[in-house]
């Protein structure tokens, strides 16, 4: 049964969403209920292991090859992965003309693949790969496709769940068995995955759309965001600026919720839907 507490806070959210005009930021709360984890949750993956680091990736190919060892075997997991209830509300919220664009902190694609639409992946997104020395963007599945055909019997077991950012904790000495392949345009590039990794900036232009799309908000919505790390935290101090209404749905406390016109701590999943039902 879903407490009162929540549901007063879903007829507030229904109320602010009726004028239309919100602008939705979501994060890896929203994507949970699809099978992938986030960083800071109750079993988020960083109590568990430090992420790939730019600097890492970028400067040891070592750690390179154990990311894409990673990877390969974790890709399953993410490329599988389907939208949630929560994803699919948030397209039909859209559709009702109460939510415009949605930023999303995510890289797994699920908004899109669940019905959303003008979605800024403010992170990138896993199903594309970036060559570092031509700049060429390629499929994340075409490039699954290779790897499948010169690692026929890589099947080393993982020894966790998948990360948020597509890699599986492996044992070291698998590592060796692994064969990674090269940028198809260029021939020697080494390749990387379109995604903004922990020590990564995101790129400027991205970042201005984002603010200017706060500017043009009538409401933000924080959807699944602990809000901890300031690439997402900073548009929350600007829609709180600019004195538009910030409302926060997630699971626990959020860096935002001082910030925060209104705040419902519940599961999205529960939330999400019978917004979209009052709505639509």
Not at 58 to 80: C, E, K, L, M, N
Not at 112 to 118: L, S
Not at 237 to 261: E, L, M
Request: glycine share 12%; charged share 25%.
């Amino acid at each position: 049964m879903t407490a009162p507490a929540t549901l007063a806070g879903v007829a507030e959210l229904t109320d602010l969403l009726a004028d239309g005009g919100a602008l939705v930021l979501s994060g890896a709360g929203l994507s949970t209920d699809s099978g992938i984890p986030d960083y800071r949750g109750a079993t988020g993956s960083l109590r568990r292991h430090t992420p790939m680091t730019y600097q890492t990736f970028t400067r040891d190919p070592r750690g390179r090859h154990r990311y894409w060892a990673r990877s390969f075997v974790g890709w399953r997991q993410i490329g599988d992965a389907r939208p949630n209830a929560g994803h699919r509300a948030v397209a039909a919220l859209q559709q009702a003309g109460c939510v415009g664009e949605v930023i999303t902190q995510n890289v797994d694609g699920l908004h899109q693949a669940g019905g959303a639409r003008d979605v800024l992946e403010l992170h990138g997104g896993l199903d594309r790969t970036v060559c570092l020395a031509c700049g060429d963007v390629a499929s994340r599945a075409a490039l699954d496709v290779r790897l499948r055909a010169v690692n026929p019997g890589f099947r080393p077991e993982a020894t966790d769940e998948v990360n948020p950012d597509g890699d599986v904790e492996l044992p070291e000495e698998a590592l060796d068995g692994f064969v990674m392949v090269d940028c198809l345009a260029c021939g020697s590039g080494p390749l990387k995955p379109d995604v903004v990794f922990f020590g990564e900036t995101v790129p400027r232009d991205r970042v201005d759309r984002c603010f200017a799309l706060v500017e043009e908000a009538r409401s933000l919505v924080v959807l699944g965001s602990s809000l901890t790390v300031m690439s997402g935290y900073r548009f929350v101090i600007a829609a709180a600026k600019r004195g538009i209404p910030v409302a926060i749905v997630n699971s626990g406390p959020t860096r935002g919720d001082a910030k925060a016109t209104l705040r419902v701590d519940a599961p999205l999943g529960e939330v999400l839907p019978e917004l979209a039902r009052r709505l639509s």
